[in-house]
């Protein structure tokens, strides 16, 4: 499986952006799939997941109101809006998929993508 992300970009504090995962190699409908991101000078942390069907949505609590994570199976795309952006916002932004159950921690992340850069001004 290749992830492909892409949306970022430079935007306003206040401002939105909308970031895709392009799966590509096999279909990632019956994987849960998630966002990480990396500030710099910090470790990479867990942003949001939801489940193969959509059904299930995971948040990390400093983004939950702002952020919305959503999968078009049929297009075998991921994607993550994110609202109210702030400057904290501002990381180099990871999708992820799980081909398996348990936690969203790093070590069960199956496949990574490149990353995304993600900045916010203020």
């Known amino acids: 499986v290749q992830l492909q992300a892409s949306g970022g970009g430079l935007v306003q504090a206040g401002g939105s952006l909308r970031l895709s995962c392009a799966a590509s190699g096999r279909t990632v409908s019956g994987y849960p799939m998630g966002w990480f991101r990396q500030a710099p000078g910090k470790e990479r942390e867990f942003v949001a997941a939801?489940?193969?069907?959509?059904?299930?949505?995971y948040y990390a609590d400093s983004v939950k109101g702002r952020f919305t994570i959503s999968r078009d199976n049929a297009k075998n795309t991921v994607y993550l809006q994110m609202n109210s952006l702030e400057p904290e916002d501002t990381a180099v932004y990871y999708c992820a998929a799980k081909a398996s159950g348990g936690s969203w921690s790093e070590s069960n992340v199956n496949y990574w993508g490149q990353g995304t850069q993600v900045t916010v001004s203020s």
């Open positions: 939801l489940s193969w069907s959509g059904g299930v949505t």
